[in-house]
């Protein structure tokens, strides 16, 4: 039941420090502060590659898990939407891990995608919320987030909880191949085991973020710019904006910006910046500057850092407390949900059940 709450997304968007926390204590023993034994079946010292693939927001996941297996364990990751990876015949190494992620574990292209891999002889790992799904079935591996069921149409505690386990299992990655040592692993985990504790402060913003989404929902496009792991963030606010609100939007890298899309910036033009104070920041200012001189409206979601040495004019400053560089795409999804949600709420949608969608796209 959605409880006290106008709809499931609200809910779910709201259960996330809880799930969270029941997800990460599967991956992380907090008290010795190292990757719980045998909680990552998977010997990434054996493989030299993950090829990866999933749909949509769960695609999404996966684009900043390369950013994460790549910078901590040294780790390459090809990844693809599963309806491309599963026609373009990549060629597949025996030495790389297949890696799914879903929340249904029934989505045809990325089961199709499995089935393909599998074919080919890789060992199979899934990030499933469905234990009993067709996906965690048929996989050798099975890392399960424990979101609960997700009711909304639009992911949201899944998303989350994919991220936290992609973040557990580069953190495991990285100390099974030696590109981290005892000490930084320890300080990966306490950095990890803090994410409920800043998603409830980022819940906090809610009110803020409702008289945001008021404006938003006046206007006929957006932009959503990031770098580094928050361009994959960009991607995922774009689409839970059209999915539920029916405004259109893009997500862009932020470096990308000039090379077309900076065409579109006008006074009409809200463009949401997702920045935190990280080593991508001083580049995502400096695109910020472009879209400001062009009269685009920006609305800034950064940390009290990023505010305080950012001098732009902005329509709107979202805050977030200053998070480790780890946590902060889990807990920047968190404005972005809200958005997103609020938008759609004064749009008057079906929040929940938003039309030509299904929770679980089983056909191609
Ligand atoms: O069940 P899955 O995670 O495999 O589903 C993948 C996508 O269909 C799903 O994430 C979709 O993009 C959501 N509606 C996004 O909010």
Same mark, same amino acid.
């Given at each position: 039941s959605k409880g006290n709450h106008r709809h499931f997304m609200e809910k779910e968007i709201h259960e996330q420090p809880e799930v969270i926390s029941h997800t990460l204590a599967y991956y992380l023993d907090f008290s010795k502060g190292t990757i719980r034994a045998g909680s990552a079946p998977v010997d990434f010292a054996k493989i030299d590659r993950i090829a990866a693939s999933a749909c949509g927001t769960a695609y999404y996941a996966g684009l900043v898990g390369k950013y994460w297996f790549e910078h901590i364990a040294r780790l390459p990751v090809d990844i693809d939407v599963a309806s491309e990876f599963r026609y373009r015949e990549m060629p597949l190494s025996k030495d790389s891990l297949a890696l799914f992620v879903s929340q249904s574990g029934e989505t045809a292209d990325t089961l199709a995608s499995l089935r393909y891999c599998k074919q080919q002889g890789l060992s199979i790992g899934t990030i499933v919320n469905v234990r009993e799904s067709t996906m965690a079935r048929e996989s050798n591996t099975v890392f399960p987030?424990? *979101?609960?069921?997700?009711?909304?149409? *639009?992911?949201?505690k899944a998303f989350t909880c994919q991220l936290s386990v992609l973040a557990s299992l580069a953190v495991a990655a990285g100390k099974m191949r030696g590109t981290i040592n005892e000490e930084e692993e320890r300080q990966l985990v306490r950095e990890l085991s803090e994410i409920p504790r800043y998603a409830n402060q980022a819940l906090r913003l809610e009110e803020q973020i409702e008289t945001i989404s008021r404006d938003l929902s006046q206007v006929k496009h957006v932009l959503y710019l990031g770098r580094g792991t928050s361009f994959p963030l960009a991607l995922e606010g774009a689409l839970k904006l059209k999915e539920i609100s029916y405004i259109h939007a893009e997500g862009y890298a932020a470096g990308e910006l000039k090379h077309g899309p900076i065409a579109l910036i006008d006074e009409s033009m809200p463009v949401i910046v997702i920045a935190p104070?990280?080593?991508?920041f001083e580049k995502t200012v400096s695109n910020m500057q472009e879209v400001a001189a062009r009269g685009g409206k920006i609305i800034l979601i950064t940390d009290e850092k990023g505010a305080a040495a950012s001098t732009l004019k902005t329509m709107h400053t979202i805050v977030l407390p200053n998070t480790p560089e780890i946590i902060a795409p889990i807990i920047y999804a968190l404005p972005i949900q809200m958005l997103a949600y609020y938008t759609a709420v004064f749009m008057g949608t079906d929040v929940d059940q938003p039309r030509n969608l299904a929770k679980s796209v089983t056909v191609e």
């Open positions: 987030t424990l *979101a609960g069921p997700e009711v909304g149409v *639009a992911s949201t104070y990280d080593r991508w």
